[in-house]
Nanobody, 119 residues
């Protein structure tokens, strides 16, 4: 009943910017934390950034100062503004959200969106 739909991935040159969006829909009662993970080829999935319902943020050291996470609680949407992109940022980016419905409290994942940083 709950879906996370990501958008905004693509191909960008080194030093460029992209903005990812992830909208949660369905029978949502409340959303606790939201965030982004990424997985590069032949590497484990890693945390990129998270944001709580009151706006507290957490970032991986590798993206601090370059990426900004934000959310619009009215739209159940989380964003990831990625600036100064590097080739090592190339990965599939996954949205994650801890969502309460009337039936359960669990963590949901999006389907992933590809980000490729290359000249």
């Amino acid at each position: 009943q709950v879906q996370l739909v990501e958008s905004g991935g693509g191909l960008v040159q080194p030093g460029g910017s992209l903005r990812l969006s992830c909208a949660a829909s369905g029978s949502i009662f409340s959303i606790n934390f939201m965030g982004w993970y990424r997985q590069a080829p032949e590497k484990e999935r890693e945390l990129v950034a998270t944001i709580t319902s009151d706006g507290s943020t957490n970032y991986a050291d590798s993206v601090k100062g370059r990426f900004t996470i934000s959310r619009d609680n009215a739209k159940n949407t989380v964003y990831l503004q990625m600036n100064s992109l590097k080739p090592e940022d190339t990965a599939v980016y996954y949205c994650v959200a801890n969502i309460a419905t009337t039936m359960s409290l669990r963590t949901y994942w999006g389907q992933g969106t590809q980000v490729t940083v290359s000249s």
